[in-house]
C-alpha cells in the first residue's frame, strides 16, 4: 500500500491483508475495514507455515476503523442503497463513516 496517493482505504468482507497491523500496510491512507453480519468469509488469524492472511481487519489489534456493513454478503457491499455502499460513499466523501 506505500505510495499509493489516497487518503482512504475501505476493506470489505476481507480474510485479511497479510498484515498483522494497519500500521504495517505503510500507508498515509485512514484504513477502514466493514464485514457484514451474513458475510461468510473464511475468518482470518489462522495460519498454517507461510499459508493465511493475518490479522483480522476489523478486530482492534489490528488497528482499522471499523464501519458498521449492515447484513451484508460477501457479493452485496456494493449493492444499490445498501447499508455498506452508503457508509463507503460517505467515508470517500467526508472521511467518516458516520
Known amino acids: 500500500?506505500?505510495?499509493l496517493r489516497v487518503a482512504d482505504?475501505?476493506?470489505?468482507?476481507?480474510?485479511?491483508l497479510g498484515a498483522?497491523?494497519?500500521?504495517?500496510l505503510r500507508t498515509s491512507a485512514r484504513v477502514w475495514a466493514g464485514l457484514g453480519s451474513r458475510d461468510d468469509v473464511w475468518r482470518p488469524g489462522v495460519e498454517l507455515g507461510p499459508f493465511g492472511f493475518g490479522t483480522d481487519p476489523v478486530s482492534p489489534a489490528f488497528g482499522a476503523r471499523?464501519?458498521?456493513a449492515g447484513d451484508a454478503t460477501h457479493g452485496t457491499y456494493l449493492r444499490p442503497g445498501s447499508p455498506a455502499l452508503k457508509r463507503i460513499a460517505r467515508i470517500a466523501v467526508t472521511g467518516s463513516a458516520e
Do not use: E, R
Not at 482505504?9 to 485479511?16: A, I, R
Open 20 to 24: 498483522a497491523t494497519a500500521g504495517d
Open 66 to 68: 471499523v464501519f458498521d
Open 9 to 16: 482505504l475501505v476493506v470489505t468482507g476481507s480474510p485479511g
Open 1 to 3: 500500500m506505500a505510495g
